[in-house]
Each structure stands twice: as C-alpha cells, then as structure tokens.
C-alpha cells in the first residue's frame, strides 16, 4: 500500500475515532494518546495525517455541519414568489422560518455534544476559509424566506440579517438545553423558540 493510501486510512481511522469519542463524552474528552491507542497507530502518527488536533476536530465538526445540513434539507420550504409577495405567502415565508428554527432546537437537543463542539471549539489561529464556507451554509436556508420578507435588502444585508436571526435562535437553544443554567424540556423550549421566530417574522414582514 502507498504511504498516501496509508494516510488517508488512517486519517479516515482517526476522524471516525474522534468523532465517537466526542458524540459520547464530548469534547474535552478528546485526547490524542487515547485516539492513538483506539486506532493502533503511534501517537506521533497522528500528526502525519493531521497537522494538530484543531485540524482533526475540524473534520470531526465538517461531518456535524453535514449532518445537519441533511436535516435542514428535509424542512418543507415554501416556494419563492416571482413578482410580490402576497400577504398568504409572506405568511408562508414566516413559517418556513420557524420550521427551520425548530428543526435546529430538534438537531441540537438529538446530538448535544457534537453540536456543543461546533461552538466549544477554539483555535489557536484563524479558521481555514474552507471551512468558513462550510459555515455559511447554516444560513443560507434562512435567506431564501428572508428575499421574501425583505426583498428591499442587498444580498450582503439579507446574509448579515440571516446570521443575526440565527443568532438569537441558538441564544434560546444554548440557554434553554443548559442544564445548568435553565434548562427546558424540549417541548416547551420548542414552544418558546416558535412564538419568538414568527414575531419577528411578522416584524419583517411589516416593514
């Protein structure tokens, strides 16, 4: 077997063994001497298929983000209208974005610490712009009602407004799943997340 066949094997071992560990125990239970020994491999190997850990946890959260952009994906979007928007399907753009807001609080509450790595995660230097596209994709679900609550908006305002919306539906979801702080059964935090995205919808919508 080539040395880069070899690589990728165990880049493949090592990516699967961290993301185990950190579903099950989350990520300040990630060490390399016990990725090293889960794989049989040396613990200076794995620094042949990965630069750091901050790369090897990078993979680990590329395959969360992937997750559940699967899961956004199965969100029912309403169709974009072509000339104005009418009241029924201003409507309908709120709703899209309450269904996208739920099915993140369902996505968090399902995989806690895999999502919790997503955000826990800090590295030691700046974020690789693959992976900011990555990102990205978290909100681009959320533009499409927002061209029809807001169609006034530039592309860049819409994105900035996507992101600010998003923001306050993980605020909701961080706090309200926190067991330490106010922790909320999912029902009701479902509850709450529900009314608070379809009165800003409604606010958007107004203007």
Known sequence: MRNEERRERLRTALIDAAERTIAA???????????????????????????DLDALILAVNL?????FDRAIAEVRLAPEPEGPATPAEREAAIDTLVR???????????????WRALFQHRMTGALPDWYLVEQG????????????????????ERALLARSLFSATHG????????????????????????VVRALGKGLARE
């Open 25 to 51: 125990h989350g990520l300040s239970a990630l060490k390399a001497r016990d990725l090293a020994k889960e794989v049989g491999c040396a613990l200076g190997a794995i620094y042949t298929a990965f630069p």
């Open 172 to 195: 909701l979801v961080s706090l309200g799943l926190d067991e330490k702080l106010m922790a909320l059964s999912e029902r009701v935090l479902r509850g709450q997340i529900e009314t």
């Open 63 to 67: 395959r969360t983000l992937a997750l």
């Open 137 to 156: 994709r978290l909100f681009h679900a959320i533009e499409a009602p927002l061209r029809v609550l807001r169609p006034d908006l530039s592309e860049t």
């Open 100 to 114: 996208l807001a739920v099915a993140y609080l369902h996505f968090a509450a399902s995989n806690p610490a895999r």
